[in-house]
């Protein structure tokens, strides 16, 4: 037999049964601290997810207080939009965590299959993950942890927020219970946890922000080559706006992100239910297809410019003004200013400045009125003309330039898929493992994008490497009843075959006996195994056998099964030996049960009467009498007085009735 049967196979804790309920199935995922199982809970009958603790991660008592803080955090929210936890506890070495289990995919799916995401396809997937924290914040926890990891998507659509691993119950001063220490994933991380590990409900609120510009754009505002980098740019520098990377998002969109975003925590909304008012209202601008909403925008965007009066932006803009950004000015246009009505493109904001969008000249000569019109037609023809032209890049630029086709990885090993994909200028992650009967453990059995797909220039291809045959070995089943047998069978996929009934004398009616294939037989979804079920004990008719000799009855019924008591008594009728009663007589009993018979010493022992002296006429009716039998001899020297002159036994002894008394008599 193989070891190398899959993934599922080599699990320690696969097959195995925690704190006598939960049955360990499938693995769903693993993480740097837990791993998460698919598992039956066999006293409700329901799947659940089981999140068990790495092994030896028990010992560290800081690390086992916060996963089982997480255990009561979690349960103290009861939400639509929130995992529910239904149970913690240890199981010798093991420590873990019963979820709900939601089949389905994570946001970090959807991000790498269909990203960018229009604003309002990106709104209403923030808005649940918005809806659960803020349940969070009214209980006065913050989650810390908030990434697309996290966020679950059912297969009915439903989003849930998973994993409050890293929550805390917020003090009135914001302070957590772990002051200083560095956690949470670091791209979506709040400045103030880097700089003095402090989180309140607007730390949510950021990584919240960060989640929607990675919806918008497919890509996270900052990267580096190290974590402590990343850090860094979320320390000291702002989230630009998500219209940098897809142009045409409305300004209040852009808003909104940057106000979450906020590097100072005083400029976010005060928590989650707070945001979500605020992506309400810009999710209610895009349903009206407003291309801009001034007053939205300015209310979203005036408390950050308030923070920059007087200040620059690296390329040039004036921060003075709210509007100035987005091509609006609060003051009417001076004689000899040009206002240049639009926001250029990103990459080309460096070449323009402010002094160049404006220039100084005398007031215009009046015109004659037909060199005034051909002026317009003139500008309305450059107008359409770099129009056309925009049109055209943008669709060049989104179309084709930025694209490329996916190689063929397939029957690949990982490290080698990513090795070609470098050569094509892009990278791999690993999404997915799966099991598969044709594709060797280890190999690329799919991508996505499939082969020839189109992905983005430097884009990620995700991966589906093959665990090999899925193989499952057979549990013990034995001393469980049919209903949770057939249960763990089917948590890892197996199914209960032939189901036969036979007498047990040590398995409980209604339980397992034996089963086949063997324990620990490895087997591939689907199979059957089959069951023998106990019918208890095998019931045994009892003979009678009153008035059987003693040593027949007692070897009938020890061949019978039974165990035999025995009592002796006087019977004045049943022979010596023989069986007087019986208990009991008829019906059925066990294996091993007793039947107590009352076996006969005959008639109680008598006295002798004595005789001597008595003629042979009186002596031979009284120990007759008496019930023994009499036998006369004479004596040698007969006198022929007929007079008993001697007995045998003598007498005052005792004797069974019946026995020959001998009399001599003169």
């Known amino acids: 037999m193989t070891e190398d049967v899959g993934t599922h196979v080599g699990d320690r804790l696969v097959g195995r049964v925690l704190d006598g309920r939960y049955r360990v199935g499938s693995r769903v995922a693993k993480g740097g601290m837990a791993t ?46 929130v995992v529910a936890v239904f149970d913690q506890g240890t199981d ?6 019963a979820m709900e289990y939601v089949p389905g995919r994570t946001l970090r799916d959807v991000i790498r299959q269909q990203s960018p995401l229009s604003p309002a396809r990106a709104l209403d997937l923030l808005a649940p993950v918005l809806s659960a924290l803020s349940a969070a914040h009214d209980a006065g926890i913050v989650h810390r942890d908030i990434k697309p990891e996290n966020v679950l998507i059912s297969n009915d659509g439903t989003v849930k927020v998973a994993d409050f691993g890293l929550a805390r119950a917020v003090t009135t001063t914001g302070n957590t219970a772990t002051q200083g220490l560095l956690m949470g994933t670091v791209s979506y991380l709040a400045p103030e946890l880097v700089t003095d590990g402090r989180a309140d409900a607007r730390s949510d609120v950021y990584s919240s922000g960060i989640l929607l510009y990675e919806l918008l754009t497919g890509s996270k505002p900052h990267t580096g080559d190290t974590p402590i980098q990343v850090a860094y740019a979320h320390v000291h ?6 219209s940098q990377l897809v142009p045409g998002i409305p300004p209040y969109v852009d808003a909104l992100v940057q106000r979450a975003t906020a590097r100072d925590r005083d400029l976010r909304p005060a928590d989650a239910r707070v945001f979500s008012r605020q992506v309400h209202r810009v999710r209610n601008a895009i349903e009206e297809g407003l291309p801009d909403d001034p007053e939205l925008t300015g209310d979203l965007t005036i408390p950050i410019q308030q923070m920059r009066q ?45 002094h160049e969008a404006t220039r100084q000249s005398a007031p215009p000569p009046v015109r004659p009125a037909a060199r005034q019109r051909r002026g317009r037609g003139l500008i309305a023809l450059f107008a ?17 330039h930025r694209y490329t086709s996916t190689p063929l990885l397939l029957r690949m090993t ?44 430097e884009g990620e291809v995700s991966l589906t490497v093959s665990k090999g045959p899925e193989r499952y070995r057979v549990p013990q089943l034995a001393g469980l009843d049919e209903e949770a047998a057939a249960r763990a069978l089917g948590s890892i996929k197996l199914v209960v075959g032939q189901v036969s009934e036979a007498y047990s004398e040590t398995v409980p009616t209604g339980r397992v006996i034996v089963f086949s294939p063997k324990f620990d037989s490895v087997m591939k979804p689907g199979d059957s195994v089959n069951l023998a079920i106990s019918k208890g004990k095998k019931p045994i008719g009892v003979p009678n056998l009153t008035g059987k000799p003693v040593r027949e009855a007692t070897r009938t019924l020890k ?22 009663t019986q208990t009991p007589n008829n019906g059925t009993l066990f294996a091993k049960d007793k039947v107590q018979l009352v ?36 004596a040698p020297f007969n006198l022929g007085l007929n007079l008993v002159a001697g007995q045998s036994p003598a007498a005052g002894q005792k004797a069974k009735p019946g026995t020959t008394v001998t009399v001599t008599v003169l």
Not at 312 to 323: I, M, P, T
Not at 390 to 400: L, Q
């Open 36 to 81: 998460v199982y698919e598992a039956l809970d066999m006293r409700l009958d329901r799947i659940i997810a089981l999140k068990v603790m790495h092994l030896g991660m028990g010992d560290d008592a800081e690390f086992g207080r916060r996963f089982v803080a997480e255990a009561r955090a979690a349960a103290k929210l009861s939400h639509p939009n």
């Open 92 to 97: 010798h070495d093991t420590l873990f965590l």
């Open 237 to 242: 520098a702002d989230v630009p706006p998500p």
């Open 310 to 354: 007087d200040t620059e932006y690296d390329d040039g803009y004036s921060r003075g003004n709210g509007y100035v950004e987005h091509g609006y000015s609060e003051q009417p246009p001076r004689n000899d200013t040009i206002v240049v009505p639009f926001e250029p493109p990103p990459n080309q904001r460096s070449l323009l400045r402010p």
């Open 384 to 400: 359409v003309l770099a129009l056309a032209i925009g049109i055209g890049s943008t669709a060049w630029y989104y179309g084709v």
């Open 414 to 457: 990982a490290a080698d898929a990513n090795a070609k994909a470098v050569e094509s200028g892009l990278t791999t992650t690993l999404a997915n493992q799966d099991f598969s009967e044709d594709v060797p453990k280890g190999q690329v059995m799919g991508t996505d994008p499939e082969a020839g797909g189109r992905i983005r220039k």
């Open 559 to 580: 061949k019978a099964g039974f165990t035999v008591g025995r009592t002796d008594q006087f019977d004045e009728k049943i022979p010596e030996g023989r069986v007087i």
């Open 599 to 634: 076996v006969s010493k005959g008639p109680a022992l008598r006295e002798i009467p004595n005789v001597r002296s008595k003629k042979l006429v009186d002596a031979t009716k009284i120990l007759t009498e008496a019930g023994f039998l009499v036998k006369v001899e004479k």
